[in-house]
């Protein structure tokens, strides 16, 4: 079984980053966090990696049925999560769509399925299943990490001072996965990385493996622990965001 992890860009101009972990005992490992191109360089990665049990979780719009405005999904999502700064921005076709008025999420969607894959994000513990589901790393990080508020990874033009720590912080939290239910191997390398000398281009790649590999994790935290722990912020129909969920919002809390 595997745990695919995509930061993927909304436009084929940009990177995405691509993250692979491997269900190894009660647990996973991640085997390989790259840096990916156009769709056909996503899919052949895909392809690589996917076997017959595989979830494929994606930071991006998966389903976007609004020409305008925003979709239930990130308002829902806001409620709970715009207290941490974790609410979600608008997402409409104009907004996310090409000049064709395409949706690239949509399309990789609509490619997985041709290839045995489902789109449904509600997942059973345990069941071994070919799924690919939307998520957001902010609001999982929030619930996985106890975060008072979002760490401020992102923020680039920010006193170099505070983005270093956030980055060191961020860094901390991952390698504390070691021990979590399900806990997360692997990632020496990856965290070994010193970012205090990266700027552009290098930092942003950096970010894109690292929201990768984040984006197999919720995959793998989705399917060792189904509804109990995770929740689903508007509809299939309608467009959604599957997370880990507040402690406080777990199935008999």
Known sequence: MNFIGLDLAWSVRNPSGGAVVALEGGGGRLSEAALLGDDAEVLAFLDRHAGPGCIVAIDAPLRVPNETGRRPAEADLGAVFGRFQAGAHPTNRRRVGDASGSVRGERLVAALEERGFVHDPRLVAGEQARRVVEVYPHPAMVSLFGLARTLKYKNKGQDKVILHGAWAE????????????????????????????????????????????????????????GPARTEIFGTLEGGYILSPTLPERWAGA
């Open 170 to 225: 961020l860094h901390a939290h991952l390698k504390a996965l070691e021990t979590a239910e399900p806990p997360l191997h692997g990632l020496d390398t990856l965290l070994g990385t010193d970012i205090t000398p990266l700027r552009g281009r290098s930092l942003k790649n950096h970010e894109d493996r690292i929201d990768a590999v984040f984006c197999a994790y919720i995959a793998l935290y989705a399917w060792h622990w």
